[in-house]
């Protein structure tokens, strides 16, 4: 199975940071890289879909980067909607594998 | 309105069975592939199964290989998880995805979208 790693578990930001979330894979996985948010007690929501496209619906200020083996996940100005957990997840090869999340918290 | 919804969770014993549901609405179901991804308390998402639009293919997490079984009903517009042998890991809050296929011809989106709000699954004596 393919291992996703996010860096890092958590962080806290404030309002207005720029906050960058990583994701490595344990193999390339070409492009095949989505991002989730999560808030507490609801289902996760499609943010970034095949590494950089933004899904409908979703800030500008949410972007993605990355290819092969290492991701990333940027909010250039983090708003207070924004705080919750954040899962990436490759779509390369089953079986379908998330990371293991980052919690974005208040400062 | 595209919504999906699960119904069949709740509170089982080990080794037994129970069957969940996901009735979808405002999409063209058949198009969709679904998929069960699990969250047990306070952990992360983990993949559990899959089924393709015409449900002749499915693929399963090797931890539910031979125990679940995933299956549909376009008929209908509705994903169903016959769980069996359940155990006390299988505890999490299911959730059914969907995602898009544009046909024969084209892979699937390989991205998750949309999301059921999830059904709760307590494996406990």
């Known amino acids: 199975d393919i291992q996703m790693t996010q860096s890092p578990s958590s962080l806290s930001a404030s309002v207005g940071d720029r906050v960058t979330i990583t994701c490595r894979a344990s193999?390339?996985?070409?492009?095949?890289l989505n991002w989730y948010q999560q808030k507490p007690g609801r289902a996760p929501n499609l943010l970034i879909y095949?590494?950089?496209s933004l899904q409908s619906g979703v800030p500008s200020r949410f972007s993605g980067s990355g290819s092969g083996t290492d991701f990333a996940l940027t909010i250039r100005s983090l708003q207070p909607e924004d705080f919750a957990t954040y899962y990436c997840q490759q779509s390369y090869t089953t079986p379908w594998t998330f990371g293991q999340g980052t919690k974005v918290e208040i400062k | 309105e595209v919504q999906l919804v699960e119904s069949g969770g709740g509170l089982v014993q080990p080794g037994g069975s129970l069957r969940l549901s996901c009735s979808a609405s405002?999409?063209?179901?058949?198009?969709?592939?679904m998929h069960w991804v699990r969250q047990a308390p306070g952990k992360g998402l983990v993949w559990v199964t899959r089924i393709n639009g015409d449900g002749k293919s499915t693929n399963y997490a090797d931890s539910v290989k031979g125990r679940f079984t995933i299956s549909r009903d376009n008929a209908k517009n509705t994903l169903y998880l016959q769980m069996n042998s359940l155990r006390a890991e299988d505890t999490a809050v299911y959730y059914c995805?969907?995602?898009?296929?544009?046909?024969?011809?084209?892979?699937?989106?390989?991205?998750?979208?949309?999301w059921g709000q999830g059904t709760l699954v307590t494996v406990s004596s």
């Open positions: 095949t590494t950089s």
């Open positions: 193999q390339t996985i070409s492009r095949n």
């Open positions: 405002g999409i063209t179901f058949s198009t969709y592939w």
């Open positions: 995805a969907g995602e898009f296929s544009p046909g024969s011809y084209y892979p699937p989106a390989g991205y998750f979208d949309p």
